[in-house]
């Protein structure tokens, strides 16, 4: 069950890296776009006021979603491989977040839900021993 745990914590890393990197990008191309959209609306417009506000909240919201989805599954990966009992948790929070992620993220929390239920079981072996 180590080598599934070890397994399971890279898998983490690596996936909670590649969201990192994928709202950078996203990040980086709206700062590209919003130069060329502010320069074709009139200054002092009602528009251009509406336009910067919605700007805003998307990057708002991007820096929400890096905190709630890739970080947590970062550190839990990075716990799990430390072999801390809460580092199992933060994962499987963060694999049933994933789950809604198809096709790689679904595959994730599947494998995330089996280890976990895995680990429980053989514990509850242990114990009964």
């Not at 996203?26 to 009139?42: A, N, W």
């Not at 919605?54 to 820096?63: H, P």
């Not at 239920?117 to 009964?128: G, I, Q, Y």
Request: with cysteine; net charge negative.
């Amino acid at each position: 069950m180590e080598s599934h745990n070890k397994l399971l914590s890279i898998l983490h890393i690596v996936y909670g890296s590649i969201q990192i990197f994928f709202f950078v990008i996203v990040h980086l191309l709206m700062d590209s776009i919003l130069p060329f959209v502010l320069e074709e609306l009139d200054p002092g417009s009602e528009e251009l006021m509406i336009v910067e506000m919605v700007f805003m909240f998307v990057r708002s919201l991007f820096l929400i979603l890096i905190i709630v989805f890739p970080l947590p599954s970062i550190i839990g990966g990075l716990g799990l491989m430390n072999g801390k009992k809460w580092g199992m948790t933060l994962v499987m929070i963060s694999g049933c977040l994933s789950l809604l992620s198809v096709p790689i993220g679904t595959a994730l929390g599947i494998y995330t839900i089996w280890v976990y239920l895995e680990n429980n079981k053989a514990k509850n072996d242990a114990n009964k021993e």
